[in-house]
Nanobody, 125 residues
Framework: QVQLEESGGGLAQPGDSLRLSCVASRRTSISESIGWFRQPPGKEREFVAAFFRSGANTYYATSVKGRFTISRDNARNTVALQMNSLKPEDTAVYYC??????????????????WGQGTQVTVSS
């Protein structure tokens, strides 16, 4: 069973940038997708960004498109989330996840079977 560990969360002001990192205990297989989700206070977990399987195509939630960038370093089994122009509504616990969703289910949290412990991001002035 692969293990995931996130880091890089913290407190930021509106307009600031943060970079999250997720290290996997092994390289993802060709059929596995890896992505980021977040859970705002009192709300359900929601999709943020992901790579579909081993390809280079990236997918983003509308709310973060143009501000967040997902990237991967296969040599280090790492996926990162660069978050720019942060807003208070980006406040959430951010999770890294691995799963085998079909493309139409890429944004569904229940399509992912392995999760990290999460890292808190708080955006406040």
């Amino acid at each position: 069973q692969v293990q995931l560990e996130e880091s890089g969360g913290g407190l930021a002001q509106p307009g600031d940038s943060l970079r999250l990192s997720c290290v996997a205990s092994r390289r993802t297989s060709i059929s596995e997708s890896i992505g980021w989700f977040r859970q705002p206070p009192g709300k359900e977990r929601e999709f943020v960004a992901a790579f579909f399987r081993s390809g280079a195509n990236t997918y983003y939630a509308t709310s973060v498109k143009g501000r967040f960038t997902i990237s991967r370093d296969n040599a280090r089994n790492t996926v990162a989330l660069q978050m720019n122009s942060l807003k208070p509504e980006d406040t959430a616990v951010y999770y890294c996840a691995i799963g085998r969703p079909i493309l139409s289910s890429l944004t569904r949290a229940d399509a992912y079977g392995t999760w990290g412990q999460g890292t808190q991001v708080t955006v406040s002035s």
